[in-house]
């Protein structure tokens, strides 16, 4: 890679940095970027997953006071998101350049689905948890499709947020928030999961990545602060405007 490539690649996680924080979709612009670069894309897939894993940490720890109360769910959910992590990045290492090129442009589309609707999902939440009381009864039942969501994750990522606070949703009547900081704890340890497995991978193109860390974190820290300042619901439709055209190039190509 050049040096201007390493630049563009900084901007890009900056601005990914910024998207996590603010609205979601980060990858969609990281990922189409690398490939942009000439990177296969299991390679660009990889690098960007383990990139962009400290940024998960960071929404993780500011939530830490809603976690706290929710150690229970912890112990069941964080242990599936792990194993259900591990095993989409073991599938993705073994899906083959060929067949993973020819999914890109579907899971493109299908996570700027996703990031549609999270932001209806999100106040359906609202009125659902508005609807009765908090259900203090764990949902053993949650597991499976928690774990099938971390798969997924652990695969592609884009839109796994969206799929996983779904998931929470349906089987968890409880707020929006205390739901919100479950997903982030659970999206970590489907991230870290499979960035564990990419590390020997041999695939992670280390001298972007670590570029693309430090920016990812910079502008996570950036988004968090702008976050009160910024439409979060422009911001998201602009990144699924981003997402649908990168998918409708990668079909023509």
Same mark, same amino acid.
């Not at 690649?9 to 924080?21: H, K, Q, S, T």
């Not at 979601?24 to 894993?53: H, K, Y």
């Given at each position: 890679?050049?040096?201007?490539?390493?630049?563009?690649?900084?901007?890009?996680?900056?601005?990914?940095?910024?998207?996590?924080?603010?609205?979601?979709?980060?990858?969609?612009?990281?990922?189409?970027?690398?490939?942009?670069?000439?990177?296969?894309?299991?390679?660009?897939?990889?690098?960007?997953?383990?990139?962009?894993?400290? @940024?998960? +940490?960071?929404?993780?720890?500011?939530? $830490?006071?809603?976690?706290? !109360? =929710?150690?229970?769910? %912890?112990?069941?959910? /964080?242990?599936?998101?792990?194993?259900?992590?591990?095993?989409?990045?073991?599938?993705?290492?073994?899906?083959?350049?060929?067949?993973?090129?020819?999914?890109?442009?579907?899971?493109?589309?299908?996570?700027?689905?996703?990031?549609?609707?999270?932001?209806?999902?999100?106040?359906?939440?609202?009125?659902?948890?508005?609807?009765?009381?908090?259900?203090?009864?764990?949902?053993?039942?949650?597991?499976?499709?928690?774990?099938?969501?971390?798969?997924?994750?652990?695969?592609?990522?884009?839109?796994?947020?969206?799929?996983?606070?779904?998931?929470? @949703?349906? +089987?968890?009547?409880?707020?929006?928030? $205390?739901?919100?900081?479950? !997903? =982030?704890?659970?999206? %970590?340890?489907?991230? /870290?999961?499979?960035?564990?497995?990419?590390?020997?991978?041999?695939?992670?193109?280390?001298?972007?990545?670590?570029?693309?860390?430090?920016?990812?974190?910079?502008?996570?820290?950036?988004?968090?602060?702008?976050?009160?300042?910024?439409?979060?619901?422009?911001?998201?439709?602009?990144?699924?405007?981003?997402?649908?055209?990168?998918?409708?190039?990668?079909?023509?190509?």
């Amino acid at each position: 890679m050049t040096l201007l490539q390493y630049a563009l690649a900084g901007l890009g996680a900056f601005a990914a940095g910024m998207v996590n924080a603010m609205a979601g979709g980060g990858t969609l612009i990281t990922f189409p970027l690398l490939t942009a670069f000439g990177l296969p894309a299991v390679v660009a897939n990889v690098t960007n997953t383990v990139a962009l894993c400290p @940024g998960y +940490f960071g929404a993780t720890y500011a939530q $830490r006071d809603l976690l706290k !109360k =929710q150690i229970k769910r %912890l112990w069941v959910l /964080v242990p599936a998101g792990l194993l259900g992590g591990l095993g989409g990045a073991f599938l993705l290492l073994h899906t083959g350049e060929r067949l993973f090129k020819g999914l890109v442009p579907w899971l493109i589309l299908l996570a700027s689905l996703l990031l549609a609707v999270g932001e209806p999902l999100k106040k359906w939440l609202k009125r659902k948890s508005t609807e009765g009381e908090v259900n203090k009864q764990e949902k053993i039942f949650a597991v499976l499709p928690v774990g099938l969501a971390a798969a997924y994750g652990g695969y592609f990522g884009a839109g796994l947020s969206v799929i996983v606070l779904a998931v929470l @949703g349906l +089987f968890y009547n409880d707020s929006l928030t $205390r739901l919100n900081a479950l !997903k =982030q704890a659970i999206a %970590l340890s489907a991230n /870290v999961a499979a960035a564990a497995v990419f590390l020997f991978s041999g695939q992670v193109l280390w001298g972007v990545a670590l570029v693309m860390m430090i920016s990812a974190l910079a502008g996570g820290a950036a988004g968090g602060k702008l976050a009160s300042k910024v439409n979060a619901s422009v911001l998201r439709w602009m990144v699924v405007g981003i997402g649908l055209v990168v998918a409708l190039l990668y079909f023509i190509k």
